[in-house]
């Protein structure tokens, strides 16, 4: 069973170690706006919300994380820089009895500046870590910053491109399609008789010889659609080499400052990874400069790819060896585009990361082990 004193005293202590390095401390309204929120949460958080409606609000939601709501409020007018904690329950819906609460703790952490973003994430990685120096736990680092940028470098389409970046965080989709793009396995067959179709008569005859309109999409949108398969259906393929370096990339893992070497390495194949390769070599400096070393940091090119959506750079969490069934006892990284989309276009270089003071009191020795 969990203890919520030993729980509630935990959130209260880190929430306090925050304070003192300079966070203002901020809330957020148990109730938000789905419409406005929910599309931003990864797959994971969208299908554990919890949803209802509201006859004067429309669709509201039970707070799942704090990140979403802090940005929203600094986007509206927050001043620059700024150190926010916060400390609260959350609520997610969860699939077995017995296992995680469907409401918990909550302690957070999120930092806006434009200068220096290394420095920025190197600051919040550092106060988390020392904050969790004293609990049996084990950090791993991540960049969605250097996927992306491999993604955005390879010699394909526009729309390829934007295809597999949309499905960067969801790994199963992304490697159907990146072996389609790479000619590795032909397009379904109703695709490639679509495709057939197209190419033997006009779009536009096609639409008429079917008759009437159903559905939402008008003739120009489906007329679009068409020549956006036939275009794709033209391509050449990816080259092998730049897939045979993205798959290299997404496999990376090891001591953070090897991998900043391979990735240099890899740079010399695509061009494209050095802006994100310097930026990495940049935040290993900046965590050098904390006392955090490089050579000892686990790092894993893919991490993060599974989680919350909004991150776009730099990610970490730290777990629990040995405590199966638990989730991360904190997490964090990089969202600089969103801020961009909760600030309706006005964007601010932001990085942040949550803990749950109910897995940290259990590694106190506060509570009972065991999934909580």
Same mark, same amino acid.
């Not at 704090?66 to 997610?92: D, I, K, S, W």
């Not at 955005?152 to 199963?172: F, K, M, Q, S, Y």
């Not at 590795?184 to 109703?190: E, I, K, L, M, Y």
């Not at 600089?336 to 020795?365: F, W």
């Given at each position: ?58 669709? $509201? ?6 990140? $979403?709501? %802090? ?8 001043? *620059? ?8 329950? =959350? ?20 930092? &806006? ?23 049996? %736990? ?7 910053? $250097? ?21 960067? !965080? ?16 032909? +397009?379904? +067959? ?27 999409? /008008? ?11 036939? *275009? ?23 001591? /953070? ?5 391979? %990735? ?8 494209? $990874? ?39 750079? &730099? ?10 069934? !638990?989730?991360? %006892? ?20 932001? =990085? ?21």
């Amino acid at each position: 069973m969990r203890d919520a004193a030993a729980e509630r005293a935990e959130a209260e202590r880190l929430f306090a170690a925050l304070l003192a390095l300079g966070a203002t401390p901020v809330e957020a309204d148990i109730l938000q706006p789905a419409e406005t929120l929910l599309d931003l949460y990864g797959e994971d958080i969208r299908g554990r919300a919890y949803v209802t409606a509201d006859p004067l609000r429309g669709e $509201l939601m039970l707070r799942p994380d704090f990140t $979403l709501p %802090v940005v929203q409020m600094h986007m509206a007018g927050g001043a *620059e820089p700024a150190r926010y904690a916060y400390m609260g329950p =959350v609520f997610r819906k969860q699939e077995h009895r017995g296992g995680r609460p469907s409401e918990y703790l909550q302690v957070g952490f999120e930092l &806006f500046a434009r200068a220096a973003p290394a420095e920025a994430d190197a600051e919040v990685f550092a106060a988390f870590a020392g904050m969790l120096a004293p609990l049996a %736990v084990q950090p791993v680092t991540g960049d969605i910053g $250097l996927l992306t940028a491999a993604v955005r470098g390879l010699t394909t389409t526009e729309p390829r491109r934007a295809a597999l970046l949309r499905h960067i !965080w969801r790994p199963r989709r992304f490697r159907a399609l990146l072996d389609r793009f790479a000619g590795r396995v032909p +397009p379904p +067959p109703a695709r490639r008789a679509l495709v057939e179709a197209l190419a033997a008569a006009p779009a536009r005859a096609l639409i008429a010889a079917a008759g009437p309109l159903v559905g939402l999409r /008008s003739e120009d949108e489906i007329a679009a659609r068409a020549a956006a398969l036939l *275009e794709d259906a033209a391509a050449p393929p990816i080259p092998g080499a730049e897939v045979a370096t993205l798959e290299a990339l997404m496999a990376l893992a090891g001591p /953070s400052d090897r991998a900043l070497d391979e %990735v240099r390495r890899m740079a010399g194949r695509l061009p494209a $990874l050095s802006p994100a390769a310097d930026r990495l070599a940049a935040r290993l400096a900046a965590l050098a400069r904390r006392g955090i070393d490089p050579a000892a940091l686990p790092f894993e090119a893919s991490h993060g790819r599974t989680t919350l959506e909004y991150y776009d750079g &730099f990610v970490f969490a730290f777990t629990a060896p040995g405590r199966e069934g !638990w989730p991360p %006892v904190a997490s964090g990284g990089r969202y600089d585009a969103l801020t961009a989309v909760l600030g309706r276009g006005r964007s601010i270089p932001a =990085v942040g990361g949550v803990i749950r003071p109910a897995l940290t009191a259990a590694l106190r020795g506060s509570q009972p082990g065991g999934a909580v």
